[in-house]
């Protein structure tokens, strides 16, 4: 992990609805301040998705609060706006999150790293990529996630990332820009 106030990374998301068909979506990783929450020094890191639907732009905010010293959440700020107008927002203490706040960001496994690779993407090409693979079983189906990271991507250093659900690829993640 590469954590420092700033720094951003942002990807170009796919989501193939059909054969013919993708679901567009910009991501944005951020660490955007350090604070206190529950009397721990904090990454306050969010995660921005933002696409645009029948001429309307939905942007969904998570926003973690890290400890410093063990990066364990303490707690998920979850906003929903439509054309930038706030529409809901919920604070979540991590034991209580329902399954759709996802997983709280976390470094990859060293022990799922396959491999290296050379891996080109939007923001350019990143030689001697650790490639990490991650096989599980969802609702009966097998899950792949395959992830390339490298040490300059600042926040979770993700290059690219694709997921494979019995085989075949259905969401793929790749890095525009970053930076801080």
């Not at 973690?64 to 927002?89: A, G």
């Amino acid at each position: 992990m590469n954590l420092r106030v700033g720094a951003y990374a942002n990807y170009f998301m796919a989501v193939p609805v059909n054969e013919t068909l993708s679901f567009n979506v910009a991501l944005k990783m951020s660490v955007d301040r350090e604070e206190t929450c529950n009397e721990t020094l904090c990454w306050v890191s969010s995660m921005t998705t933002e696409f645009i639907l029948d001429h309307n732009t939905t942007k969904m905010v998570f926003t973690w609060w890290l400890s410093k010293d063990k990066l364990v959440p303490l707690l998920l700020r979850m906003q929903t706006y439509m054309n930038d107008t706030l529409l809901v927002q919920q604070d979540i203490y991590p034991q209580q999150a329902p399954p759709e706040a996802g997983e709280p960001p976390q470094p990859i496994d060293p022990q799922s790293i396959v491999g290296y690779e050379t891996i080109m993407v939007p923001a350019g090409m990143f030689a001697n990529c650790a490639k990490s693979e991650v096989k599980t079983v969802q609702e009966g189906h097998t899950v792949v996630t395959d992830t390339w990271i490298h040490p300059d991507v600042p926040v979770f250093g993700i290059v690219k990332m694709e997921m494979y659900r019995d085989g075949k690829l259905y969401t793929r993640i790749e890095l525009t820009s970053y930076g801080g």
